[in-house]
């Protein structure tokens, strides 16, 4: 099964790299979260909202990286999400970086719902739009 697809396009910054030039490591679980946050926002949802109003929200569970080539400063990247497994309390998103025709790096994040810190159902329109293709 998959679901909904986003990808966000990001510069590559002096600050998002090492002593070497190329983006550090850590960078990439940033670029991976701000796609992962635009993802929700595509299908009219966002963290500030959700926790504000019902104190619910997503948290990663386990996440797998591989990092397959490097990035550079001034690079554009783009990072694809999509929704691969999508439950009642969770779901899994696949994330791909790339640069050009080029993967970067492959990541897959697992995700629960929780509702005041304790595992819940994501809103069911959520689930809808999560599993929806384009």
Do not use: N
Not at 14 to 31: C, I, M, N, P, Q
Not at 41 to 66: C, N, P, Q, S, Y
């Amino acid at each position: 099964m998959e679901g909904v697809r986003h990808v966000l396009t990001l510069r590559i910054y002096y600050e998002d790299t090492d002593f070497s030039g190329f983006v550090y490591h850590a960078s990439y679980l940033r670029f991976l979260e701000r796609a992962r946050t635009e993802i929700l926002r595509a299908i009219d949802f966002d963290h500030r909202r959700l926790w504000e109003e019902k104190r619910e929200g997503f948290v990663v569970r386990r996440m797998t990286i591989d990092y397959l080539k490097p990035a550079q400063m001034d690079d554009v990247i783009a990072v694809t999400t999509q929704a691969e497994d999508v439950k009642a309390a969770s779901l899994v998103l696949r994330q791909v970086v790339t640069r050009g025709g080029d993967m970067l790096v492959a990541a897959t994040a697992q995700c629960a719902y929780l509702r005041a810190g304790r595992p819940a159902r994501m809103p069911e329109r959520m689930r809808r739009e999560m599993l929806r293709t384009e």
